[in-house]
């Protein structure tokens, strides 16, 4: 006798074959994870063996698989045809009849037990779905808020049927699936009212670079198709697993997403079960989700991901009405878990041109071809192998043409949806989210899609040249000194932290200041006294933050954690703002604030600029995000560094600024470092080592000064050369005296990168770290253990 339905609540992991690997992983998390607090919504499901005996009992299983087996799939319209055709047999087939009436019976058992009232989820479970080795993300339909037995009858047909979309039969045979080896179920589970919550995405690891120390998640309001197809582009967050396991603020940063559309219940007399319509611009500027529920769901994924013992890819809701958390799905992640740890793949542009548009970088390689704007699914075949696809959204359906493309750009999408999973399956870079990508970008015109730039995409105008290359790492010579890097984009310190180092050198904040804020600090500070304009700008970038000022410290916050969290085992070497006067003024309302200056690069700047009465608060911002990162966080790897420090008196200011403000030199283990770049620095540091816990070299800026040279001046360019005579006397009296007092020396810049002779004599003058910028470690590190 067939068994045609069991309960989700009786089945586990070891029932893929019966009821597929969606129902049978919600089954396995009810049973194995409702007692550590996770909640699934319950409800039954068909089974595989029901599915068989309905395409038997209308004869339907050998006419399918006699029509696929002569299916070309690269045959776009014949691919079209092949499955409109099965699925209009499916959807018109009768139930048997003893399947009938279990649905039937099963159906009045759940009405029995949740009320009248509740909805429904019918969703695809299929027996070659959620595997580790192919997500099978969105190939089969889902259909919400169903109700009655009418309706779930007719759903269920459709997602029987939807095992035969064109997206599921192509992504099949590129996965190597034969067909009718796959069978379905039918899972019907009650719905969460995330309709009038939110819903979404989360990962266990960080979806580009495969950072498995961070839950990446996803959040939308209103029903969670909007997330997983793509057609919203949504709040994203990354919680900080074991920062959230000690108990501490473990968020390390929030991006507020456009969330411009939601899918909700639609109207009883609607034809449809639901709608999507727009949400209020005020809602759109807060973030759907606040800290308590974010770090609630990352205790979830984390609870799931120790369960499987794999990293996962979840989906949750948040229901309006109980404003309790749910998790409604839940598979393994099958791209980046999969990648082999001891190779590095880079790719990296070696020539720029105008940028035409940015989005969400979604994988980390670079693409470029003729753009092709395709409206809609019917202009699919006009793609053609090595085109750059253009669209407002991609989802599942598009998985046939996806595989052609040499990179996709769309105006809507997140970096956890579907069509964003597939397309890191396929190898094909894709820039989501661009906002308006169909209207600026004009067809059958050559561009080029990077995604290699952190998590920004952007499409360069014309063919550019990159570079595409493979690192192994698991062979590195043993050298004698430290190789740290320099991190400026906390974006991108996530795949960084995969190259092999002993922490991070240099990180500079002024790359945040410019990139994630954008604003004058002291703008942020004196806000009422902004005219009308720059009161509603700043107002607009600062609307998720309880004030401008809070917004300032929680974006450094958030940058200065990202960064500490990807190197936590090692030292995160801070520089403190160093921006001239002329790169303060480009920032939002900084003309209000800046001096004209003639030679910016020796004016305002560095220690002098924070013990100013003019700069003082800014910099008291400053360390309030260091202090919160240190103290309330826990990353106590991160260090201090303070730049350009003329005398000192400077010095001793400085470091007296930091103690009053709660950064004490030696206090819970905080060392203070001070660049060494100017000659003084060198020819005085047995007397600044006096307030300083070791010396960065900044050769730079040393070079400039000894030599009397201008580092931007083109006329002089051939002449700058740090392996001067005087320039390496410089930095031997440096050395040495550190070496005297046992403390830190470093130095932090491409000289030894672009110089083996030189980088074999700071091995002579034993220096004991060395920052170099991270497309240069492997090749540095193997070149140096040659010397």
Request: one cysteine or more; glycine letters at 8%; hydrophobic letters at 40%.
């Amino acid at each position: 006798m067939v068994e045609n339905v069991v309960w989700l609540d009786d089945v586990s992991m070891s029932d893929v074959d019966k009821v597929g690997g969606k129902n049978a992983s919600l089954g396995e998390m009810i049973s194995g994870l409702g007692s550590q607090g996770v909640r699934v919504p319950g409800g039954f499901a068909t089974t595989a063996e029901a599915f068989d005996s309905f395409l038997c009992h209308s004869n339907l299983k050998k006419k399918i698989n006699e029509l696929l087996n002569s299916l070309d799939i690269t045959n776009i319209k014949e691919l079209s045809k092949t499955g409109t055709l099965i699925r209009k047999w499916i959807e018109e087939a009768p139930f048997p009849e003893d399947l009938h009436k279990d649905i039937v019976h099963n159906y009045q058992k759940l009405t029995e037990e949740y009320g009248t009232s509740v909805t429904f989820a019918v969703r695809s479970s299929a027996t070659a779905e959620d595997l580790p080795e192919a997500s099978f993300a969105g190939q089969q339909e889902t259909y919400l808020n169903i109700s009655g037995i009418n309706d779930i009858l007719v759903s269920i047909k459709k997602v029987f049927a939807s095992l035969y979309n064109d997206r599921a039969i192509s992504y099949r045979v590129h996965q190597g699936f034969e067909h009718e080896m796959v069978s379905l179920s039918a899972g019907i589970q009650q719905m969460v009212r995330s309709d009038i919550g939110a819903s979404g995405v989360m990962f266990t690891l960080d979806t580009e670079s495969g950072f498995n120390e961070v839950v990446f998640i996803t959040s939308a309001y209103g029903l969670g198709e909007t997330v997983v197809q793509g057609s919203v582009n949504p709040d994203e967050f990354y919680v900080h697993k074991t920062t959230l396991k000690s108990g501490k603020p473990a968020i390390l940063s929030r991006t507020l997403g456009s969330k411009s559309i939601k899918m909700i219940y639609a109207d009883v007399k609607s034809n449809s079960s639901v709608n999507t319509i727009s949400v209020d611009q005020e809602e759109r500027l807060k973030f759907s989700l606040n800290d308590i529920q974010i770090e609630e769901l990352a205790q979830y994924a984390m609870k799931i991901e120790s369960h499987y013992g794999r990293a996962m890819d979840i989906e949750w809701a948040l229901d309006g009405i109980d404003g309790e958390l749910y998790i409604v799905q839940a598979r393994p992640e099958t791209v980046k878990s999969r990648q082999n740890s001891q190779q590095i793949e880079r790719y990296k542009l070696i020539e720029a041109s105008d940028i035409l548009i940015e989005g969400r970088a979604i994988g980390q390689k670079i693409g470029s071809g003729n753009t092709r704007i395709i409206n809609d699914l019917s202009e699919m075949d006009l793609v053609k192998k090595g085109d750059v696809l253009v669209t407002d959204m991609t989802d599942p359906d598009w998985e046939p043409v996806m595989k052609l493309a040499s990179a996709i750009i769309t105006n809507r999408g997140g970096r956890t949806c579907h069509a964003a999973i597939i397309a890191r399956e396929l190898g094909v870079p894709a820039i989501v989210g661009t906002g308006s990508a169909t209207k600026v970008l004009k067809d059958t015109k050559v561009v080029t899609a990077s995604c290699a730039e952190g998590d920004t995409g952007k499409v360069y105008q014309g063919a550019l040249q990159f570079e595409h290359t493979f690192s192994e790492v698991n062979a590195l010579p043993d050298i004698p000194v430290k190789i740290m890097m320099n991190v400026g984009n906390p974006s991108r310190a996530f795949d960084f932290s995969t190259i092999p180092n002993a922490g991070v050198g240099l990180a500079r904040l002024e790359f945040i200041i410019n990139n994630t804020i954008g604003i004058h600090p002291k703008a942020l500070l004196e806000f009422d006294d902004l005219s009308n304009e720059l009161q509603t700008e700043i107002e607009k970038r600062t609307s998720c933050y309880k004030s401008p000022v809070d917004f300032y410290v929680e974006k450094l916050t958030e940058g200065i954690a990202t960064i500490a969290a990807s190197f936590s085992r090692s030292p995160v070497i801070i520089r403190m703002s160093d921006f001239k006067s002329n790169e303060y003024s480009n920032l939002l309302a900084g003309e209000l604030y800046e001096p004209e200056e003639e030679n910016p690069m020796i004016g305002f700047r560095g220690a002098s600029r924070y013990i100013s009465s003019e700069f003082i608060e800014c910099f008291e911002l400053e360390c309030r995000a260091i202090k919160k990162v240190r103290n309330e966080m826990g990353f106590q790897n991160v260090e201090i560094m303070i730049p350009f420090v003329r005398t000192t008196l400077e010095a001793a200011k400085v470091i007296e600024l930091l103690k009053k403000n709660g950064l004490e030199r030696g206090k819970d283990g905080l060392r203070i470092i001070m660049m060494c770049e100017l000659p003084s620095n060198a020819i005085l540091a047995d007397d600044f080592l006096k307030y300083f816990d070791g010396f960065s070299i900044g050769s730079n800026d040393l070079t400039q000064l000894t030599l009397g040279m201008d580092r931007d001046s083109g006329l002089i360019a051939d002449s700058f050369d740090e392996r001067n005579d005087a320039v390496k006397k410089l930095i031997t009296m440096a050395i040495e005296a550190c070496h005297r007092q046992d403390k830190y020396i470093g130095i932090c810049g491409q000289g030894p990168s672009d110089h083996m002779d030189f980088a074999q004599w700071l091995l002579e003058q034993k220096i004991t770290s060395i920052s170099l910028n991270p497309d240069t470690v492997v090749e540095t590190w193997n070149q140096l253990g040659k010397l």
